[in-house]
C-alpha cells in the first residue's frame, strides 16, 4: 500500500505538475459538486421540491428514508429537557473545556466585530434567525455549533436553529445537546442531509424558516444550500477539507507528514506539501508512510493521500509563494523556522492562515478563536473565513435636506436625463 505513495512527489521540473495539482483541484470540486443532469442533482431536486410540496410529511418520510429513523413531526425538535439532560452528564473536564473554547471564539469574535460601530450613511442590523447544520458524524462535532452559533450571537442574532441527522441511537450525539443548551440553543431539530436544509429554507409546519444556514456538511447538504441561496443566505459551499504547508529545509518532517494525514483522515481531505528541498520532501514521504502504518483508519487515509495529495518541490521560496496563492487553500500552514512569518506575510489567498512549527491546524479548529468554517476549492480567491460580521447586514442611510437637495438637483437631473429615465428627473424637480 505504502510504495503507492511514492507518486505523490513531483517536481515542477516535471512537464505535467500544473496538470497533477489541477487533478487535485479537480478532484475536490468533483467531492463538493454534482453533475449537471447527473441521477444525484435530480434527486436532490426531488428532495427540495418534496419538502416545498409536503413540508412535514416529507421530513417525516426522508429522515426514515436515508436515515433509518421513524420520527413524527411532534418527535423532529429535541425536548428541553433532553437538552438539559446531555447538559448535566457531560464529562466535567470536556465542559471546561468547551467553556474555554467558547470564551475564545466569543473574544475574538467580539474584537473583530464592526456591527457595533456608528458611521454616517450606513446602519448595521442583526440577522433575525439562522439556521446551523452540524454533521451527524460517528463522532460528535460540538466545536462546529461553537464555531458557527456563538459569532452569530456576538452579531446580535436573536433565533439559532440548529439541525443534526439522528445518527446517534436515534437521535444526536448528547455532546452536542450539552454544547447547545451551555449557549442557550433551545431549538434543536434531529433532522439532516438536504431535507433539513429544505427545511430551514422553505419552512414546514413545525420549523420555521430561517433568513441564512450556515456550517458543514456533506455533498447533500452543500448541493442544498446552493439551491436554496437566493430564498436564504448561506455562508459557503463547502468541500472536502484542505491543508497546504508551505515548508523549507527547517521545518519538522514529522511534524509536516503528521499535518498531512490529520486532514486527509478526513477522506475525503486534501494535504499538499510546497517546498523548495527535495531532501525534506523525501523525508515527508518517509514519515507519511511510517506514521499511517499507525492510523486506525490507514487504508482510507492513505487513499486520499493518491487521490487528493501531493509533495510538490519547486526551485525557490518565490515560486512556492506564488503558486500557493494559485492554490488558495482552505488552510495554509508555513512551517520555514525564522522565515515563517516573512513568507505568510505574502500569502494572499487562503481561508486561514497558520504560522510557525506550533501552529497546527488543529489549534485553529479546536481553540485559537477564529471559526474553522472556511472558504474550500479555490473560494478563499474571493471569500472569507465566517465571523460576526457575516451575521449582520448593512443598511444604506441617505437623509437630505431642502437646501442640500437643491444644491444637487441640476446634476442628479442631468444624469436621469443622460439614462432616459424623465420620471427620475421629474422626482426632483417637483420638489
Not at 512527489?9 to 516535471?14: E, Q, T, V
Not at 443548551?181 to 436544509?197: F, M, T, W
Not at 491546524?361 to 460580521?389: E, I
Request: hydrophobic share 40%.
Amino acid at each position: 500500500m505504502n510504495d503507492e505513495l511514492d507518486k505523490i512527489i513531483f517536481s515542477y521540473k516535471h512537464p505535467d505538475w500544473h496538470a497533477r495539482l489541477r487533478e487535485i483541484h479537480a478532484a475536490i470540486r468533483g467531492a463538493t459538486y454534482f453533475e449537471d443532469g447527473s441521477d444525484e442533482e435530480n434527486q436532490l431536486n426531488e428532495i427540495l421540491a418534496g419538502v416545498r410540496r409536503r413540508r412535514d410529511e416529507a421530513i417525516r418520510e426522508y429522515t426514515e428514508k436515508f436515515d433509518g429513523v421513524k420520527l413524527t413531526p411532534k418527535q423532529f425538535r429535541v425536548p428541553v429537557e433532553d437538552l438539559e439532560k446531555a447538559h448535566s452528564e457531560i464529562n466535567k473536564e470536556l465542559l471546561s473545556s468547551l467553556r474555554q473554547l467558547i470564551d475564545n471564539v466569543r473574544k475574538y469574535q467580539s474584537r473583530i466585530f464592526v456591527g457595533n460601530r456608528k458611521q454616517p450613511g450606513i446602519k448595521y442590523t442583526p440577522i433575525k434567525r439562522i439556521g446551523i447544520c452540524v454533521p451527524g458524524a460517528s463522532a460528535p462535532l460540538p466545536s462546529t455549533v461553537i464555531m458557527c452559533a456563538v459569532p452569530a450571537q456576538v452579531a446580535g442574532v436573536e433565533e439559532i436553529v440548529v439541525v443534526s441527522p439522528p445518527r446517534y441511537n436515534g437521535g444526536i450525539h448528547p455532546v452536542i445537546l450539552a454544547v447547545c443548551h451551555e449557549l442557550k440553543i433551545d431549538e434543536v431539530y434531529r433532522i439532516g442531509g438536504a431535507q433539513a436544509v429544505a427545511a430551514l429554507a422553505y419552512g414546514t409546519q413545525t420549523i420555521r424558516p430561517v433568513n441564512k444556514i450556515v456550517g458543514p456538511g456533506n455533498q447533500w447538504v452543500q448541493m442544498a444550500k446552493k439551491e436554496v441561496f437566493g430564498r436564504v443566505g448561506i455562508d459557503s459551499i463547502a468541500g472536502p477539507s484542505e491543508v497546504l504547508i508551505i515548508a523549507n529545509d527547517k521545518a519538522n518532517p514529522a511534524w509536516v507528514a503528521a499535518d498531512m494525514l490529520s486532514q486527509a483522515e478526513h477522506a475525503p481531505g486534501s494535504a499538499v506539501v510546497f517546498t523548495n528541498s527535495q531532501k525534506l520532501a523525501g523525508k515527508i514521504l518517509n514519515e507519511l508512510k511510517k506514521q499511517l502504518k499507525q492510523l486506525d483508519r490507514a487504508k482510507e487515509t492513505n487513499e486520499c493521500l493518491i487521490e487528493y495529495g501531493g509533495i510538490v518541490i519547486f526551485e525557490n521560496m518565490d515560486d512556492v509563494i506564488t503558486q500557493a496563492n494559485y492554490y488558495a487553500p482552505e488552510h495554509l500552514e508555513v512551517q520555514c523556522g525564522d522565515e515563517s512569518r516573512e513568507i505568510a506575510d505574502r500569502i494572499e489567498n487562503a481561508g486561514a492562515i497558520f504560522i510557525g512549527d506550533y501552529s497546527p491546524v488543529a489549534v485553529g479548529d479546536y481553540w485559537a478563536g477564529p471559526s474553522h468554517t472556511l472558504p474550500t476549492g479555490l473560494s478563499a480567491m474571493f471569500s472569507s473565513a465566517l465571523t460576526s460580521n457575516d451575521f449582520i447586514k448593512s443598511t444604506s442611510i441617505i437623509e437630505y435636506d431642502k437646501k442640500k437637495l437643491a444644491e444637487s438637483a441640476e446634476d442628479i437631473i442631468r444624469l436621469a436625463q443622460a439614462e432616459g429615465l424623465d420620471a427620475h428627473a421629474k422626482s426632483i424637480k417637483i420638489r
